[in-house]
């Protein structure tokens, strides 16, 4: 676990005595102020993180993400008031300060405490009127040994059986430890190796610059086997001879030790060190490269040259002429390195997908759209306000799609690997089933529930996305690595997914305009919705069906058995069977128009827990996309699904005996056509 490695770094900090070396140029340095090129070549800088390459800033955004809450920060005053949206700090502003300036990103307020239960046990002190508030590292630093210790102890429960507080505790001491690797990683830079009187270094290392017998980390690690072969023999000679004459020769290797120590327990962050193999897709550290020192290791000149001028990075930046030169040459090398291997070619697309806030705009332009759509229903003969309606809400889906396009480019993926992928793709099918029925049926209803469930779908993904605050294009758990089940059985079942939930969506109208008796005279009207959700409930059938079918083949090639009673595996098959019993029931006139909403939402809540409920039970072959906080969100979605098919049943009751209520006939032939 992370919370036990930091505490074999915290005591290796104690013993020996270090701090943040990079406080040299603090207070010569403007918060925040990064020029643009400065920001966009340390951004476009390849990283390996999750298990894949990505850019600079993606690993930024998502780091801030997690310690910060949001992406985003304001800095404060003295007084604690915030300086204004001019001095808001973006990813990678924020993440360079911690890099380069950790004295002043040590003052950024930045670490969130939202339970006076949690401030007291790690021993801080809120005001009376606060439930949430927001700390700084310094102000968060006297409590450190408190808060590391609870969270270690809470590190050692399953996820269901942690209290909010103890879970509250260990994610606000994962957030420290990862901005401690921020701030302490340069650390090793601005330390040099003083050999002193020890002959044996100078003789091995040479002189030194300018005859400064002073050496840096990638200087001793180009020297390791001569090094270990001149400890080794020095070992032999203090073993015969005693060590007093060699006092020289000690003290400078317990330095050096010392120092490689140093690098090992700090420079662990960033793995921006390329191999020189073209088959080893690890890159490492100068962490790693340290910690192979001991055991015979020669360095390839490259990983050293990537180092050292790693090196001259984070000594420079006192100098902003020598930093900007220094960082093009890092940049220079790490982008031709990553290119000949053939990993930085979607970088570029990465860095696009996430400047542009895309999805975040498509969440905007479907709350609009919706909107327009509210509005049309004032002036229904307005011919130019309903193409504008219509407009309005393919703009957003035509970004969705591009999107979800661009996210499988990046990664030479079907649409969807992950639980948030699900989300985007999942809204874009409701949207655009939505829309070809608005096509068929022209009544508006297809429109408007599309742009509610597009706006909706786009707020859950994004709110899943601040909650989980993990890069959403991860790389893959072992069963789901395989690009042909992906394209097959996963989008077909979303499809399915996506069919209940339009289906509920369109059940929603009914039973709330019966409820308020919009358009009361009008039976025809409410056929033509029931009708939307029969047809829906076929379609869905189908995709659910094959889906769960294809499932079990995938079952049998990754686990030997075509079915084994999974919570996932029962989840599809109940699907199946409400979406079966709808079908059925109807056909058998044991329920009519209002029975089929109330079926269409009670399949949509059993939709709801094969997609997300499985995962958060933590037990099965597919609870591998639990995330901690989701289950509030699916009580409320079954809490919504359940009072509206409440509603739906107390308007039964007080219709049934109504001579004006609409006929339950869906195939009355003197219905008026539904699509003028």
Same mark, same amino acid.
């Given at each position: 676990?992370?919370?036990?490695?930091?505490?074999?770094?915290?005591?290796?900090?104690?013993?020996?005595?270090?701090?943040?070396?990079?406080?040299?140029?603090?207070?010569?340095?403007?918060?925040?102020?990064?020029?643009?090129?400065?920001?966009?070549?340390?951004?476009?800088?390849?990283?390996?993180?999750?298990?894949?390459?990505?850019?600079?800033?993606?690993?930024?955004?998502?780091?801030?993400?997690?310690?910060?809450?949001?992406?985003?920060?304001?800095?404060?005053?003295?007084?604690?008031?915030?300086?204004?949206?001019?001095?808001?700090?973006?990813?990678?502003?924020?993440?360079?300060?911690?890099?380069?300036?950790?004295?002043?990103?040590?003052?950024?307020?930045?670490?969130?405490?939202?339970?006076?239960?949690?401030?007291?046990?790690?021993?801080?002190?809120?005001?009376?009127?606060?439930?949430?508030?927001?700390?700084?590292?310094?102000?968060?630093?006297?409590?450190?040994?408190?808060?590391?210790?609870?969270?270690?102890?809470?590190?050692?429960?399953?996820?269901?059986?942690?209290?909010?507080?103890?879970?509250?505790?260990?994610?606000?001491?994962?957030?420290?430890?990862?901005?401690?690797?921020?701030?302490?990683?340069?650390?090793?830079?601005?330390?040099?190796?003083?050999?002193?009187?020890?002959?044996?270094?100078?003789?091995?290392?040479?002189?030194?610059?300018?005859?400064?017998?002073?050496?840096?980390?990638?200087?001793?690690?180009?020297?390791?086997?001569?090094?270990?072969?001149?400890?080794?023999?020095?070992?032999?000679?203090? @073993? =015969?001879?005693? $060590?007093?004459?060699?006092? &020289? !020769? %000690? +003290? /400078?290797? @317990? =330095?050096?030790? $010392?120092?490689?120590?140093? &690098? !090992? %327990? +700090? /420079?662990?962050?960033?793995?921006?060190?390329?191999?020189?193999? &073209?088959?080893?897709?690890?890159?490492?550290?100068?962490?790693?490269?340290?910690?192979?020192?001991?055991?015979?290791?020669?360095?390839?000149?490259?990983?050293?040259?990537?180092?050292?001028?790693?090196?001259?990075?984070?000594?420079?930046?006192?100098?902003?002429?020598?930093?900007?030169?220094?960082?093009?040459?890092?940049?220079?090398?790490?982008?031709?390195?990553?290119?000949?291997?053939?990993?930085?070619?979607?970088?570029?697309?990465?860095?696009?997908?996430?400047?542009?806030?895309?999805?975040?705009?498509?969440?905007?332009?479907?709350?609009?759209?919706?909107?327009?759509?509210?509005?049309?229903?004032?002036?229904?003969?307005?011919?130019?306000?309903?193409?504008?309606?219509?407009?309005?809400?393919?703009?957003?889906?035509?970004?969705?799609?591009?999107?979800?396009?661009?996210?499988?480019?990046?990664?030479?993926?079907?649409?969807?690997?992950?639980?948030?992928?699900?989300?985007?793709?999942?809204?874009?099918?409701?949207?655009?089933?939505?829309?070809?029925?608005?096509?068929?049926?022209?009544?508006?209803?297809?429109?408007?529930?599309?742009?509610?469930?597009?706006?909706?779908?786009?707020?859950?993904?994004?709110?899943?996305?601040?909650?989980?605050?993990?890069?959403?294009?991860?790389?893959?758990?072992?069963v789901l690595d395989t690009n042909f089940w992906?394209?097959?059985?996963?989008?077909?079942?979303?499809?399915?997914?996506?069919?209940?939930?339009?289906?509920?969506?369109?059940?929603?109208?009914?039973?709330?305009?019966?409820?308020?008796?919009?358009?009361?005279?009008?039976?025809?009207?409410?056929?033509?919705?029931?009708?939307?959700?029969?047809?829906?409930?076929?379609?869905?059938?189908?995709?659910?069906?094959?889906?769960?079918?294809?499932?079990?083949?995938?079952?049998?090639?990754?686990?030997?058995?075509?079915?084994?009673w999974d919570p996932k595996e029962n989840g599809?098959?109940?699907?199946?069977?409400?979406?079966?019993?709808?079908?059925?029931?109807?056909?058998?006139?044991?329920?009519?128009?209002?029975?089929?909403?109330?079926?269409?939402?009670?399949?949509?809540?059993?939709?709801?827990?094969?997609?997300?409920?499985?995962?958060?039970?933590?037990?099965?072959?597919?609870?591998?996309?639990?995330?901690?906080?989701?289950?509030?969100?699916?009580?409320?979605?079954?809490?919504?699904?359940?009072?509206?098919?409440?509603?739906?049943?107390?308007?039964?009751?007080?219709?049934?005996?109504?001579?004006?209520?609409?006929?339950?006939?869906?195939?009355?032939?003197?219905?008026?056509?539904?699509?003028?």
């Open positions: 676990m992370k919370i036990i490695h930091h505490v074999i770094i915290t005591c290796l900090f104690l013993t020996l005595g270090l701090t943040s070396f990079s406080a040299h140029a603090a207070s010569e340095h403007s918060a925040g102020k990064w020029d643009d090129k400065t920001l966009a070549q340390f951004g476009e800088l390849p990283i390996l993180d999750g298990g894949r390459i990505k850019p600079m800033s993606t690993f930024a955004q998502f780091a801030m993400l997690r310690i910060n809450g949001k992406r985003s920060y304001i800095p404060v005053d003295s007084a604690g008031e915030e300086l204004g949206r001019d001095a808001k700090m973006g990813p990678m502003e924020w993440f360079l300060d911690c890099l380069f300036y950790p004295e002043i990103a040590r003052e950024y307020k930045v670490f969130i405490i939202d339970n006076t239960d949690v401030a007291t046990a790690i021993g801080i002190e809120l005001k009376s009127d606060d439930q949430r508030a927001r700390f700084s590292y310094n102000e968060l630093e006297g409590a450190r040994a408190e808060l590391f210790g609870r969270a270690q102890a809470a590190s050692k429960l399953s996820n269901t059986e942690r209290s909010y507080q103890e879970s509250a505790i260990l994610a606000l001491a994962e957030a420290v430890y990862e901005f401690e690797s921020f701030i302490h990683y340069f650390d090793f830079a601005h330390t040099v190796l003083d050999a002193g009187e020890s002959r044996l270094i100078v003789k091995i290392l040479g002189e030194g610059v300018d005859g400064k017998k002073q050496y840096t980390l990638p200087e001793i690690l180009a020297n390791s086997i001569e090094l270990q072969t001149g400890i080794a023999a020095l070992g032999q000679i203090i @073993e =015969s001879e005693g $060590q007093e004459k060699y006092m &020289a !020769e %000690v +003290t /400078a290797m @317990e =330095s050096m030790a $010392q120092m490689l120590n140093l &690098a !090992e %327990v +700090t /420079a662990f962050a960033l793995r921006i060190i390329p191999p020189v193999d &073209a088959d080893n897709d690890e890159w490492t550290t100068p962490s790693e490269l340290s910690a192979a020192f001991f055991k015979g290791t020669e360095y390839p000149q490259e990983e050293l040259d990537v180092l050292s001028q790693i090196v001259a990075l984070g000594t420079s930046v006192e100098n902003d002429l020598l930093f900007k030169q220094k960082l093009d040459t890092l940049h220079g090398t790490l982008v031709g390195r990553a290119t000949e291997r053939n990993e930085y070619t979607q970088i570029p697309l990465e860095i696009k997908l996430y400047d542009s806030k895309i999805l975040a705009r498509t969440q905007v332009f479907f709350i609009l759209s919706f909107i327009l759509c509210a509005i049309s229903w004032l002036s229904l003969k307005s011919k130019w306000l309903n193409r504008a309606s219509i407009v309005s809400v393919i703009v957003p889906l035509g970004m969705l799609i591009v999107a979800i396009t661009m996210r499988c480019i990046i990664r030479g993926r079907p649409p969807i690997s992950t639980l948030y992928e699900t989300v985007l793709f999942i809204t874009a099918t409701c949207v655009l089933v939505a829309l070809f029925m608005e096509y068929i049926n022209r009544q508006r209803i297809g429109l408007s529930v599309g742009a509610f469930l597009g706006a909706l779908g786009m707020f859950i993904a994004n709110r899943y996305e601040i909650i989980n605050q993990q890069d959403t294009m991860p790389s893959l758990v072992a992906l394209a097959t059985h996963v989008t077909i079942i979303n499809i399915g997914y996506a069919a209940t939930m339009l289906a509920a969506g369109i059940s929603h109208v009914y039973i709330l305009g019966r409820l308020f008796n919009f358009k009361k005279d009008n039976p025809a009207y409410y056929r033509s919705i029931t009708r939307m959700v029969y047809g829906v409930t076929c379609f869905g059938l189908i995709f659910a069906f094959v889906g769960t079918v294809l499932g079990g083949i995938w079952a049998n090639y990754s686990w030997g058995r075509f079915w084994g599809a098959a109940l699907i199946c069977i409400c979406q079966i019993a709808l079908l059925h029931a109807k056909a058998g006139g044991y329920i009519k128009q209002m029975g089929i909403h109330i079926v269409a939402l009670f399949t949509a809540g059993v939709t709801g827990f094969s997609w997300w409920g499985v995962n958060l039970l933590g037990v099965g072959l597919h609870s591998y996309g639990f995330t901690e906080g989701i289950w509030t969100a699916t009580y409320l979605f079954w809490a919504v699904l359940g009072v509206v098919a409440l509603l739906g049943f107390i308007v039964y009751l007080r219709d049934r005996k109504k001579p004006s209520t609409p006929t339950e006939d869906l195939s009355d032939a003197g219905a008026p056509a539904i699509a003028k």
